[in-house]
């Protein structure tokens, strides 16, 4: 199998790359990947001697570009997109540019070459804020409340319309909160594990109660292959951790893990529509799949920690970018942009 996979260089994305080209021995995987931000090469660099690996860049938005790399390929799996909430409400214009715009690319090339499978990767995030109890499931309402949600909420009608309307065999997936290693330092899991070891603030919105299920990247990338071997054409897969945990509660594992005060942690206006809390029922998945998560929390928390601690040469050069758009965010936020 021929694999073209865009955004293959940020978070999830170059995990999944890693874990596909182990799994499969016989796959052959093209990156495209436009570096922006989030975008890291560096999280490839192991890759780059690989035979059957392949990186271009370049912007999904780019149509005569996405055509002449994805003939020939078998199947898409599309990570490509601008995700960070904050930076959606200072700037959503560029997110439905990428979001939306640039995954109507992909679908029209992937139509017309033929590619047998096209799937999409979205985020619980669409499903909008959940009450204290009950869990989102593939039929849930999309309700998203940021422009960041509404732009990857666009996207997943596009792809349904194109299984519906030209047959085009697509599959899209919504994940839980992803951590683990490689994960840009401006989300809150890294951001607070790199400030804590430089003994900087963690920036904590609002009470910090907010709700978030935890599923580890590992966990998710090996639910991506299983959908990408057998996932039934125009359907939708929650994949979760099983694993709720509030913000408040993230934090203070992360500086009792790396012995730092609690006097760190800084209490920031919270941003403007914060969800407050997401859960995933993944039973859909785990009966007609057999994915389950493998990772136990205390344990993935423990050696992403450790990955950090020994890769600083990775998240160092981001991290100064991550902090000064953290800061940002929240001075916008306080005056009421």
């Known amino acids: 199998m021929k694999v073209f996979v865009t955004g293959g260089a940020g978070f999830i994305g170059s995990n999944f790359v890693r874990l596909l080209l182990q799994a499969q021995p016989n796959c052959r ?199 990408l071997e057998a996932g039934q054409a125009g359907e939708v897969y929650n994949i979760g951790g099983h694993n709720e945990q509030t913000n408040q509660a993230i934090t203070a594992l992360i500086l009792r893990a790396l012995g730092k005060p609690d006097s760190l942690v800084r209490h920031v206006q919270d941003r403007p529509g914060h969800d407050r809390r997401y859960a995933i029922d993944a039973s859909k998945i785990e009966r007609e799949l057999g994915w389950r998560p493998r990772f136990d929390f205390a344990q993935g928390l423990a050696e992403t920690i450790a990955w950090y601690q020994a890769n600083a040469a990775w998240w160092e050069p981001l991290r100064a970018r991550a902090v000064e758009a953290q800061r940002a965010a929240a001075n916008r936020i306080g005056a009421g942009h």
Not at 53 to 66: A, K, Q
Not at 75 to 99: K, L, Y
Not at 158 to 168: A, D, N
Request: glycine residues 6%; aromatic residues 8%; proline residues 6%.
């Open 29 to 227: 995987i093209t990156v495209l990947d436009a570096l922006t931000y989030a975008g890291n090469l560096n999280s490839l660099r192991d890759l780059q001697s690989q035979p059957r690996f392949r990186f271009e860049h370049g912007d999904i938005r780019d149509s005569r570009l996405v055509n002449s790399l994805l003939a020939g390929h078998d199947a898409v799996v599309h990570f490509a997109a601008e995700s960070h909430v904050d930076r959606s409400i200072s700037d959503p214009t560029a997110f439905v540019q990428t979001n939306v715009e640039g995954t109507v690319v992909l679908l029209d090339a992937a139509r017309r070459l033929g590619v047998s499978r096209f799937v999409h990767i979205s985020t619980d995030e669409v499903y909008g804020s959940l009450g204290p109890t009950g869990l989102f499931s593939e039929n849930s309402p999309l309700a998203p409340n940021s422009p960041y949600a509404a732009s990857k909420a666009a996207s997943d009608l596009l792809v349904r319309s194109y299984h519906e309307t030209f047959g085009l065999h697509t599959v899209i997936t919504r994940c839980s909160n992803n951590y683990g290693p490689y994960q840009f330092p401006e989300k809150l899991i890294p951001l607070f594990i790199t400030n804590a070891m430089h003994d900087e603030p963690l920036p904590l919105y609002g009470d910090g109660l907010n709700v978030r299920d935890w599923l580890h990247v590992e966990d998710h990338c090996r639910a991506i292959a299983r959908v």
